[in-house]
């Protein structure tokens, strides 16, 4: 299967291109300088593919930048509404960080870090060893206090920002690479409609209040 990974769910964005399982290419930038669409054609003509070739859509659907995730969703949904029979998979980004981290020879007990902002962080932690990388607690918020307290004990830590909160904290940014690997291992795709970022926050609304009534004089 060829399957173009999209995560844009850093201030690092990456596209990849795959044929069953093998990374073709991949192209990274760091400014967000380059159009999303450049750099989805230019992973294609790097890995000498048409956009007609592509059959799996994977895309990182955070936690992250709200933003670029749902640009990559948005963009997902649109193609899957001009190509019906492409499929689509959304992927965790933690997950992806946690197969970078495999990859780098990086073992134990490790957390996965992302910037949640209000002074919180998601966090996730993994047993990662030669065999793979196993989920032991899943995503969620957390104060600071608790991951540091992590840290502390002597676990492992991994993001985009590591670095900022932790003293020896390890800066990793999750990849297309790795996220298409993943999804070429797996086969729950969705419709475009059940494409979804994660987003653990609930979702507060403000009740507008009644408009006023100006006299007239």
Request: proline share 5%; with cysteine; charged share 25%.
């Amino acid at each position: 299967m060829k399957i173009l990974a999209i995560e844009f769910s850093s201030q690092q964005r990456s596209v990849a291109a795959l044929a069953e399982g093998r990374v073709l290419c991949v192209v990274t930038e760091t400014a967000r300088a380059t159009f999303a669409f450049e750099l989805i054609a230019r992973a294609l003509a790097d890995a000498q593919l048409e956009r007609e070739d592509i059959e799996c859509l994977a895309i990182g659907i955070g936690p992250g930048s709200y933003t670029g995730i749902r640009f990559a969703i948005a963009l997902a949904q649109g193609w899957q509404l001009a190509r019906p029979a492409v499929k689509l998979l959304g992927i965790s980004s933690a997950d992806c960080l946690a197969a970078a981290a495999r990859q780098r020879g990086w073992s134990g007990t490790v957390n996965v870090v992302i910037d949640a902002q209000r002074g919180e962080l998601y966090l996730a932690r993994y047993e990662i060893g030669e065999a793979g990388f196993k989920p032991v607690e899943p995503l969620k918020l957390a104060t600071m206090d608790e991951a540091r307290s992590r840290a502390q004990s002597g676990e492992t830590m991994v993001g985009p920002e590591a670095d900022r909160w932790f003293e020896g904290g390890r800066v990793l940014f999750p990849s297309a690479a790795f996220l298409g690997r993943l999804a070429s291992q797996r086969e729950d795709f969705v419709t475009g409609d059940k494409l979804e970022p994660i987003y653990l926050r609930e979702t507060n609304f403000v009740k507008a209040p009644p408009p006023r009534v100006l006299p007239i004089k």
